[in-house]
């Protein structure tokens, strides 16, 4: 029986999926609806921190192993991203966050916005990695599978790698790098693309760094778990 917890955490890092996907597509939505979109996915991202909460307030407590350091680090590059994110949006609001009134800083504000939304589309990315294996045992636990199964297991490894090969060729076709980079100011959008294949593209590239995060992760906890049985057999 999958706990309400559990399930509104995981419902949670689903939307904030759907959400990244959605505003990564500024293009193919209207200035308003992008700015929507924005203020709804900060919504979301407070939430997030609600949730967790605990985790947050045991940041200065226990032992920090490689695993943990990972998964602190890339937490606190999420914030920040996302921080830069939200402020720049606001900054250069021309409908949600119109009633501020806030003059001036655009050029700063727009060089910001797509620095850390890139930036932050490869973080968040990786921290929704972080949390693969708990939201496909969620899943598991939903449709009634008892068992990891080793063929199953198979098949979805080829199935992840193959998503991961694609999203790095997305990444190049799109010229990511450009964009984290600042070497080019401006993003280049293919308007004859349809937008199905840019959002599959875009969903790739998001497999990739999710594929990235959660094999990183295993690597890290597999030599902590190696580290303490070496130091256990030494005493």
């Not at 940041?59 to 350091?69: H, M, S, V």
């Not at 932050?120 to 068992?147: E, N, T, Y």
Request: with cysteine; aromatic share 14%; charged share 15%.
């Amino acid at each position: 029986m999958i706990k309400p917890k559990q399930a509104v955490k995981v419902g949670v890092d689903l939307l904030m999926t759907v959400l990244l996907l959605l505003l990564m597509a500024f293009m193919l939505t209207e200035q308003e609806i992008h700015e929507w979109l924005g203020a709804g996915s900060l919504i979301v991202f407070i939430v997030h921190h609600v949730l967790n909460r605990k985790w947050i307030g045991n940041l200065g407590r226990g032992t920090y192993t490689p695993f943990r350091i990972f998964q602190t680090i890339l937490t606190a590059l999420v914030f920040l991203s996302m921080l830069g994110s939200m402020v720049s949006g606001i900054m250069m609001s021309r409908y949600v966050f119109a009633f501020l009134s806030i003059r001036g800083g655009m050029a700063f504000a727009r060089m910001l916005h797509m620095l850390c939304a890139y930036w932050g589309f490869i973080f968040l990315s990786a921290h929704l990695g972080l949390h693969w294996g708990m939201m496909m045992g969620l899943l598991r636990k939903a449709a009634g599978l008892k068992a990891a199964n080793p063929t199953r297991t198979v098949i979805l490894r080829v199935l992840a790698c193959g998503i991961a090969v694609y999203g790095g060729y997305a990444f190049w076709k799109h010229h990511i790098a450009d964009y984290l980079f600042l070497r080019s100011m401006f993003v280049f959008f293919d308007y004859e693309q349809p937008p199905m294949q840019f959002l599959t593209e875009y969903l790739a590239m998001m497999g990739l760094w999710m594929f990235f995060a959660y094999y990183t992760s295993k690597l890290l906890q597999k030599r902590t778990i190696s580290a303490k049985r070496k130091k256990e057999g030494s005493q």
